[in-house]
């Protein structure tokens, strides 16, 4: 079974600052999803952006990005300029190909990263 | 609707009372997922609708649990003699498709306490 490990139960950064959150993941598999969500306290999680094992590419979105280590089986986000409202919990999530069979529908979790932006 | 619905928003009810949570999912989505967050335990995945059917009900924790999906639409997530364990927020999660490279679209989910 894959698991998914967030070592930082907490962070925060300085507004306009640079914060990178952990996420590390075991699986036996080599095509997968990676992603990472964001769930303020309307408690409605948002993508915030994904990565498709195959490319080695990392993935961005405009100031998120990701260090995305397949063989370290570690998928870091990075948030530049943070903002106030980049305050959220942050979750990072995986998913097996459908390449892959299997169970390919759902996402198993990390536990979350609460991260704390400071004016 | 734009986005994924659930209701209600909130529900606070009495231990042993049977509750039902609602999802109503994004137009013309036809895969539909259901999670479970509790404090300490992160999310946790519940089941899996295809269409009407449910391939995959193993992460039901008990068989108090049940859910069921009409019309490839709305779905219902039901807990009976609920326990105070039950306690969390029930999400529920849409897609267009099954596939992995098809998102899951989150609701703001149902927050419910057992008392």
């Known amino acids: 079974a894959q698991t998914v490990t967030q070592s930082q139960p907490e962070m925060s950064v300085q507004e306009a600052e640079t914060v990178t959150l952990s996420c590390t993941y075991d699986?036996?598999?080599?095509?997968?999803?990676l992603f990472w969500y964001k769930q303020p306290p309307s408690r409605q999680m948002i993508l915030v952006i994904r990565?498709?094992?195959?490319?080695?590419q990392n993935a961005t979105e405009n100031r998120f990005s990701v260090n995305f280590q397949k063989a370290a089986k570690s998928f870091s986000l990075k948030i530049s300029d943070s903002q106030l409202g980049d305050a959220a919990m942050y979750f990072c999530?995986?998913?097996?190909?459908?390449?892959?069979?299997?169970?390919?529908?759902?996402?198993?979790f990390g536990k979350g990263t609460l991260l704390t932006v400071n004016p | 609707g734009a986005g994924v619905s659930q209701s209600p928003s909130n529900k606070v009810t009495e231990k042993g009372k049977d509750v039902e949570l609602r999802c109503d999912p994004i137009?013309?989505?036809?895969?539909l997922y259901w999670y479970r967050q509790s404090l300490g335990q992160g999310l946790e995945f519940l089941i899996y609708?295809?269409?009407?059917?449910?391939?995959?009900k193993s992460g039901l924790p008990s068989d108090r649990f049940s859910a069921e999906r009409t019309g490839g639409s709305v779905s219902t997530l039901t807990i009976q003699r609920t326990q105070q364990e039950d306690s969390a927020v029930y999400l529920c999660?849409?897609?267009?498709?099954?596939?992995?490279?098809?998102?899951?679209?989150f609701g703001d989910g149902t927050r419910l306490s057992i008392l």
């Open positions: 999660a849409s897609s267009l498709g099954p596939y992995s490279n098809q998102p899951q679209h």
């Open positions: 699986t036996s598999e080599s095509d997968y999803y």
């Open positions: 990565q498709e094992a195959y490319k080695q």
């Open positions: 999530a995986y998913r097996t190909s459908h390449n892959s069979g299997g169970s390919n529908y759902k996402l198993t």
């Open positions: 137009s013309g989505h036809t895969a």
């Open positions: 609708f295809q269409g009407n059917s449910a391939p995959d």
